[in-house]
């Protein structure tokens, strides 16, 4: 594995194992997770992704799992897993006593999970959809200082007032870029017009569903035999894309290209340098690319991705 590929894929999966298609209960995702933060490609895995109102269900079901002490049969135990989990929360921000209700769900796990013998856990991220650009500045003013949100809106139509209302502020976008049915694909322009106006406003992104393989291609929408296909989006052509958007500033059209290909053969990983075709950026500008502006991508698989990018040598 070179330098540049690790640190293209550092800590770049969000979880999402309770969400289609995986859909698992939560005692599943928990457990899967759990054998992936001490895996082998630990490196890639980024934060737990739950609604805030399996808040309660998730403490649950991780606590014992959770780097802490919990006891067992008249002792205490102690669990040494790193750092504590961190979660990233959907809230729901239709309306104020909605929102507030969602903020209560989570300052009570924090509070519950600060301490050892409840397992160590924070939820200092959270991620709402949004339709209104004037919701942005509420929920923003609505939460505490510690929580980082990503909000979600349409990207069929032109989404640089959403981009616009996130500049300046410590705040993110994020992009849906799949789903279970066909058309919940965005195109490749308009990713592209997602990326450069995030780009150009300085706004951090992230991106979820239909990111399970590396390089563009058709794949079954669902795990259910017989599933119809379509073409996917490739979490390389992303984050490469994203890394040179960020480093050399390319035209929109380059940014279509890089997120059209479907020749794994085109695109770069040396160790010093990655990239598309003649268009390459070291590792440098992609670790600031990747700390301050692709932050990572929600999946509810983690082996796809990890088999996929071993099938391609890259692992």
């Known amino acids: 594995m070179t330098r540049s590929i690790r640190t293209l894929l550092s800590n770049i999966v969000d979880y999402a194992g309770l969400f289609p298609p995986a859909s698992l209960s939560m005692t599943a995702a928990v457990e899967t997770y759990a054998r992936a933060r001490s895996g082998e490609h630990a490196w890639m895995l980024g934060r737990f992704v739950c609604p805030a109102d399996q808040l309660e269900e998730f403490s ?80 923003i003013e609505a939460l505490p200082e510690e929580v980082f949100p990503f909000f979600e809106f349409p990207v069929t139509t032109d989404c640089r007032g959403f981009v616009t209302a996130l500049s300046g502020n410590t705040a993110g976008a994020k992009i849906r870029t799949g789903g279970v049915v066909g058309n919940a694909f965005p195109t490749a322009e308009e990713v592209s017009e997602f990326m450069h106006a995030c780009a150009a406003a300085d706004v951090p992104f992230k991106a979820t569903a239909g990111l399970h393989h590396p390089i563009r291609a058709s794949h079954p929408l669902t795990y259910e035999p017989g599933s119809a296909s379509c073409v996917m989006h490739g979490f390389l052509n992303l984050f490469v894309a994203a890394a040179l958007a960020r480093s050399i500033r390319p035209d929109q059209s380059l940014t279509r290209m890089i997120l059209s290909e479907e020749d794994p053969a085109e695109f770069r990983f040396a160790e010093e340098v990655l990239g598309w075709r003649e268009f390459l950026a070291d590792t440098t500008a992609v670790a600031r690319a990747r700390e301050g502006f692709a932050l990572s991508f929600g999946s509810c698989s983690i082996d796809e991705p990890v088999r996929d990018l071993a099938r391609l040598g890259l692992l």
Do not use: K
């Open 60 to 139: 649950a079901c991780a606590s014992a799992l959770m780097p802490g002490t919990y006891a067992t049969s008249g002792y205490r135990e102690r669990v040494d897993a790193g750092e504590p989990w961190g979660l990233s929360v959907l809230i729901d921000a239709g309306s104020s006593g909605r929102l507030e209700a969602d903020l209560a769900r989570m300052e009570a796990f924090n509070r519950r999970h600060s301490t050892e013998d409840a397992g160590l856990a924070v939820a200092d991220m959270v991620e709402t959809r949004v339709n209104d650009v004037h919701q942005v500045d509420a929920v």
